[in-house]
């Protein structure tokens, strides 16, 4: 389907508000989801399950070899294309679901951790499921119908939330996460096939899939060093550190992802379709990018450094005792993911614009560079390799930026100008949060915990309203324009 400009700019703007706002509001209960998991289960539960998504996760990533944002990607798709990318996906899913039932017990051993073995040969079924769901999700991703993707996966969320509580409580230990969500992935798989136009079948042209290979081969090489980047820690420290010390990195880890995956990522994946509708037109495509920075910086910069601030008794009042040896853990990768969140539109400007091959080759020397630091790290602790992972996200950020500067002029002075109002909004908030631990603090953990949130909240909001930033008057207009709309609904009524 072919879009004009103004086609283009709704559906990025519906698409938007969708994959951004809904994953937002649903990031909390997935958030509550998981501190009430950690409460049930133990540490080794999220170390053994640290283990089997990590393995399984990067090899699932094989099955796409890139084909999906190159279909994405491409200015023109014909159904061959579909057809290719599917055909592939399915003989990769079913190549490798047998491969993980021989290898079970290897890996097992390898980890010194019995249980292993049987979460693999079960989990390994999700790559059978996601063969089905691949296409239709790259579809609809393509078209910037990321309004049915948000609510399929509030419906998958919501699904799997069920599942996965109601095993805990019943001692299914790390089964409880496991069958939720493989559980969840069918009904999504469901949803999925229902509400797109796409129906691939098993017969395509081999030119099909050279198309998508031009394309592919780098955004698959991309995905591969990043996913190792991503996780090829926790397999080092499981080794070193051994699956209780793994379940707190995997925590900690896991806790300051969360606004990194729930928002700066989703905004740059919208973004990666416009971009590439618009990839001919860069003044549009500059535009576009200005305003997703400003967007994203406003949102994460307040949420990392106020979780870095509280990351002791957040760990404590949510998490509890048991959990306390992740609080200093928490708080580096806080500022580790700030930088990710932020690199994160600057690699979907870059891929989009082409420049897949050297944004894939800044990877790889970052990730070659992770893993023979952190073989020296990780043995001397959680905190060691965390303070490893924030050097990481800092080099990948600073030679994202190079390339960007390099083909689309943008300069360090204009990132600077982006994120002015953010930084000194947040930095406000933040010595108001420290002023009043030190004047007016309770001792009470959770009221600590709870008067931080609720000031730090408080302050960032009026500084987005009333400091008279140039940069934040495009989503100052809107939200103002918002709230006389909602004050004049409510009259009506």
Not at 50 to 78: H, M, P, W
Not at 320 to 325: D, F, I, N
Request: charged residues 15%; hydrophobic residues 55%; contains cysteine.
């Amino acid at each position: 389907m072919t879009m004009n400009k103004e086609d283009i700019n709704q559906k990025t703007k519906q698409s938007l508000v969708w994959y951004t706002v809904l994953p937002f509001f649903l990031h909390f209960f997935r958030f509550a989801n998981s501190i009430l998991l950690a409460r049930i289960l133990v540490p080794s539960d999220f170390g053994i399950m640290g283990i089997v998504a990590v393995i399984l996760y990067y090899c699932n990533s094989v099955t796409d070899f890139g084909l999906a944002k190159a279909i994405i990607q491409r200015k023109s798709v014909e159904q061959g294309h579909f057809n290719a990318y599917f055909c592939f996906n399915l003989v990769v899913s079913i190549a490798l679901f047998f491969i993980f039932q021989l290898l079970s017990t290897f890996i097992s051993n390898f980890f010194n951790e019995p249980n292993v073995k049987a979460a693999i040969e079960v989990y390994s079924i999700m790559f059978l499921v996601s063969a089905f769901i691949a296409v239709p999700q790259a579809s609809l991703k393509r078209d910037l119908n990321f309004k049915i993707l948000a609510i399929i996966e509030a419906v998958r969320v919501f699904f799997s939330m069920g599942i996965s509580l109601s095993l805990a409580l019943n001692n299914y230990g790390f089964w409880s996460m496991i069958y939720a969500m493989l559980a969840s992935q069918v009904l999504a798989l469901v949803i999925t096939l229902s509400m797109s136009k796409v129906n691939a079948s098993i017969f395509f042209k081999m030119q099909h899939f050279r198309d998508l290979l031009k394309f592919g081969v780098w955004d698959f090489f991309w995905g591969q060093t990043k996913l190792i980047g991503d996780n090829i820690d926790k397999l080092i420290i499981a080794k070193f550190l051994g699956t209780t010390q793994l379940g707190f990195y995997d925590k900690a880890i896991g806790l300051a992802k969360m606004p990194n995956e729930q928002l700066s990522n989703r905004l740059s994946s919208v973004s990666f379709s416009t971009f590439s509708r618009l990839q001919d037109d860069k003044e549009e495509v500059r535009k576009y990018f200005s305003k997703l920075m400003i967007t994203n910086m406003t949102i994460i910069l307040p949420i990392f450094i106020g979780l870095c601030a509280v990351s002791y008794n957040f760990t404590l009042v949510l998490l509890g005792e048991k959990w306390l040896e992740m609080a200093p853990s928490l708080a580096i990768f806080s500022i580790s993911y700030l930088l990710a969140s932020i690199s994160s539109p600057i690699v979907a400007m870059n891929m989009a614009g082409g420049l897949i091959k050297p944004q894939a080759l800044i990877r790889f020397i970052s990730v070659v560079i992770l893993i023979i630091v952190l073989f020296f790290t990780a043995p001397y602790g959680i905190e060691s390799a965390s303070f490893t992972i924030l050097a990481f996200n800092f080099l990948l950020f600073v030679l994202s930026f190079f390339l960007l500067k390099k083909h689309f002029s943008v300069n360090w002075l204009t990132l600077i100008n982006y994120s002015i109002p953010p930084i000194v909004s947040s930095l406000l908030m933040l010595l108001m949060v420290l002023a009043a631990q030190k004047y007016i603090w309770v001792e009470t953990p959770i009221m600590n915990l709870f008067t931080a949130i609720f000031l730090g909240i408080t302050v960032y909001f009026l500084c987005f309203m009333f400091l008279p930033f140039p940069q934040w008057k495009f989503l100052q207009s809107k939200l103002k324009n918002k709230l006389i709309k909602t004050g004049i609904k409510k009259d009506e009524s």
